[in-house]
C-alpha cells in the first residue's frame, strides 16, 4: 500500500489497483489545533458546512507526511501511516483470530486479580483470550460488597436490565427464571429476547460448597462451523427463520424475533442465540417447518453434547466473562442442601471490552 501524486491528485495504490482519493475525504482529515480538539481528537469544525467543490490547489509528499493545501485556503500535514490505516481496516478486535475448541480444551489461562490491574498488560492479555476463546476466567476477584459491579465498570459500563444492574444467581422460592433453581441448566445463551441481546456476561462466584453445580460452556462458533459442514441445509434454515424469543414476568413482557444463527453481512459467524424454553417458530410451510425441527433438533444435540461441552467447578473467587453471541452456558444440578452456592451475575457490552483493549493497545503500545 502506497500514496502517489499526480496532476494534483492523491491516489491510492494496493495490489497493483489505483484509486483517486476524493479531495473532501482528504480536507475533513484536517488536523491542527485550529481544526482539532487536543484532549478529545473531536473536529472543531462542520465537514457539512465546508463548500462542496473542495479541490486541490497544492501537493507535497514525503516519506512520512503528505502535505496537501485546498482551494478553501485550508493546509494541512497529514501522516501517511493514519491514511493508510484507514484504507487497511483494521480493526484490533475482529481480527483477533477466534480459536475453535471442544471438549478437548484443558488448561485454559487464567488471569489473577491485582489491584489496578484493569491499566495493565495482563489486562490487554486477557481481553485478547476473551476474543480468542470467548471466554476468560480472573481468580481471586474480591467477593466482598457486590464487587462484580466495580469489576464490570473498571472494563467498560455494567449493562443494566430488569434483573436489575446485577442479578444473584442462587436458589430461591417462587424463582421468575430457572437459573434461580438448584435444576440442571442445559446449554443456552442468555436474553435472546432482548433487543439488544447483553453481549457479555460476567458470572462471579461468591460461594460454592456444594458437590454439583459445575459450570458448562459450549463454543457456538466451533459447532456451527461443524453444523454448517455436515448438514448445510439444517446451517441455512436456521440462518433463514426469525424465531420469536419471549420472556414474562408480573412487570415485563420481553419479545424479539432472531435467526438461532446470525451471519454478518459476509456470511461469516456473528451471533448464536439459544434458549429452547423460551423459542416460537412462526406458522410456516409445513415442509420447511419440518427442516426447521430436524435442524433445531441436530443443533441441540450438538450443543448438548459431550463432545463439545468443557465442565469446570467455580469456586469462591473466580469471575467467568463470557460472549454470550458466541457461547453457551450452563450448569449442572446440585442439592441445595448440602450448601451454599452463590453467584452474582451482570452484563456488559462490546463497546466495553473493545473500547478496553484498544485503549491499554494505544496506551502500553502494544
Ligand atoms: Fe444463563
Given at each position: 500500500m502506497k500514496i502517489e501524486l499526480k496532476d494534483k491528485k492523491v491516489f491510492f495504490e494496493n495490489q497493483g489497483l489505483r484509486k483517486e482519493i476524493h479531495p473532501f475525504w482528504l480536507r475533513e482529515r484536517i488536523n491542527g489545533d485550529k481544526f482539532i480538539d487536543?484532549?478529545?481528537?473531536?473536529?472543531?469544525?462542520?465537514?457539512?458546512?465546508?463548500?462542496?467543490?473542495i479541490k486541490i490547489d497544492n501537493l507535497n509528499l514525503s516519506k512520512d507526511f503528505l502535505e496537501v493545501t485546498f482551494n478553501d485556503g485550508a493546509c494541512t500535514k497529514l501522516t501517511i501511516q493514519n491514511i493508510l490505516k484507514e484504507f487497511s481496516n483494521i480493526n484490533e478486535v475482529k481480527y483477533i483470530k477466534k480459536i475453535k475448541w471442544d471438549s478437548?480444551?484443558?488448561d485454559f489461562k487464567n488471569f489473577e486479580f491485582k489491584?489496578?490491574?484493569?491499566?495493565?498488560k495482563e489486562m490487554y492479555d486477557a481481553l485478547v483470550s476473551f476474543y480468542q476463546y470467548g471466554f476468560v476466567i480472573f481468580k481471586k476477584?474480591?467477593?466482598?460488597?457486590?464487587f462484580i459491579v466495580n469489576f464490570a465498570n473498571s472494563i467498560g459500563s455494567i449493562r443494566r436490565t430488569n434483573f436489575g444492574e446485577f442479578f444473584d444467581v442462587k436458589s430461591k422460592p417462587?424463582?421468575?427464571?430457572?437459573?434461580?433453581?438448584s435444576l440442571p441448566l442445559a446449554p443456552h445463551t442468555d436474553?435472546?429476547?432482548?433487543?439488544?441481546?447483553?453481549?457479555i456476561q460476567m458470572l462471579h462466584c461468591i460461594e460454592n460448597e456444594v458437590s454439583g453445580g459445575f459450570s458448562t460452556l459450549v463454543d457456538g462458533f466451533t459447532v456451527t462451523q461443524k453444523l454448517k459442514k455436515d448438514f448445510p441445509n439444517y446451517h441455512k434454515i436456521l440462518t433463514e427463520i426469525k424465531v420469536r424469543f419471549q420472556f414474562m414476568d408480573q412487570t415485563v413482557v420481553l419479545e424479539d424475533w432472531a435467526e438461532m444463527i446470525k451471519l454478518d453481512d459476509n456470511g461469516n459467524f456473528k451471533q448464536v442465540r439459544f434458549s429452547p424454553r423460551l423459542d416460537f417458530v412462526p406458522l410456516i410451510d409445513k415442509d420447511k417447518l419440518e427442516l426447521y425441527y430436524s435442524a433445531r433438533k441436530k443443533i441441540s444435540e450438538l450443543y448438548n453434547s459431550d463432545k463439545f461441552k468443557i465442565e469446570f467447578k467455580l469456586s469462591s473467587g473466580d469471575l467467568l466473562m463470557m460472549d454470550n453471541y458466541r457461547l453457551l452456558h450452563g450448569r449442572t444440578a446440585y442439592d441445595a442442601n448440602e450448601g451454599n452456592r452463590f453467584l452474582q451475575g451482570c452484563y456488559i457490552d462490546y463497546d466495553s471490552t473493545e473500547g478496553k483493549l484498544k485503549h491499554l493497545k494505544r496506551k502500553l503500545n502494544i
Amino acid at each position: 500500500m502506497k500514496i502517489e501524486l499526480k496532476d494534483k491528485k492523491v491516489f491510492f495504490e494496493n495490489q497493483g489497483l489505483r484509486k483517486e482519493i476524493h479531495p473532501f475525504w482528504l480536507r475533513e482529515r484536517i488536523n491542527g489545533d485550529k481544526f482539532i480538539d487536543k484532549g478529545s481528537q473531536q473536529r472543531l469544525f462542520d465537514p457539512t458546512k465546508l463548500k462542496e467543490n473542495i479541490k486541490i490547489d497544492n501537493l507535497n509528499l514525503s516519506k512520512d507526511f503528505l502535505e496537501v493545501t485546498f482551494n478553501d485556503g485550508a493546509c494541512t500535514k497529514l501522516t501517511i501511516q493514519n491514511i493508510l490505516k484507514e484504507f487497511s481496516n483494521i480493526n484490533e478486535v475482529k481480527y483477533i483470530k477466534k480459536i475453535k475448541w471442544d471438549s478437548s480444551l484443558k488448561d485454559f489461562k487464567n488471569f489473577e486479580f491485582k489491584d489496578n490491574f484493569f491499566e495493565e498488560k495482563e489486562m490487554y492479555d486477557a481481553l485478547v483470550s476473551f476474543y480468542q476463546y470467548g471466554f476468560v476466567i480472573f481468580k481471586k476477584v474480591p467477593t466482598r460488597d457486590n464487587f462484580i459491579v466495580n469489576f464490570a465498570n473498571s472494563i467498560g459500563s455494567i449493562r443494566r436490565t430488569n434483573f436489575g444492574e446485577f442479578f444473584d444467581v442462587k436458589s430461591k422460592p417462587n424463582p421468575n427464571d430457572l437459573a434461580y433453581t438448584s435444576l440442571p441448566l442445559a446449554p443456552h445463551t442468555d436474553n435472546p429476547y432482548r433487543n439488544p441481546v447483553p453481549c457479555i456476561q460476567m458470572l462471579h462466584c461468591i460461594e460454592n460448597e456444594v458437590s454439583g453445580g459445575f459450570s458448562t460452556l459450549v463454543d457456538g462458533f466451533t459447532v456451527t462451523q461443524k453444523l454448517k459442514k455436515d448438514f448445510p441445509n439444517y446451517h441455512k434454515i436456521l440462518t433463514e427463520i426469525k424465531v420469536r424469543f419471549q420472556f414474562m414476568d408480573q412487570t415485563v413482557v420481553l419479545e424479539d424475533w432472531a435467526e438461532m444463527i446470525k451471519l454478518d453481512d459476509n456470511g461469516n459467524f456473528k451471533q448464536v442465540r439459544f434458549s429452547p424454553r423460551l423459542d416460537f417458530v412462526p406458522l410456516i410451510d409445513k415442509d420447511k417447518l419440518e427442516l426447521y425441527y430436524s435442524a433445531r433438533k441436530k443443533i441441540s444435540e450438538l450443543y448438548n453434547s459431550d463432545k463439545f461441552k468443557i465442565e469446570f467447578k467455580l469456586s469462591s473467587g473466580d469471575l467467568l466473562m463470557m460472549d454470550n453471541y458466541r457461547l453457551l452456558h450452563g450448569r449442572t444440578a446440585y442439592d441445595a442442601n448440602e450448601g451454599n452456592r452463590f453467584l452474582q451475575g451482570c452484563y456488559i457490552d462490546y463497546d466495553s471490552t473493545e473500547g478496553k483493549l484498544k485503549h491499554l493497545k494505544r496506551k502500553l503500545n502494544i
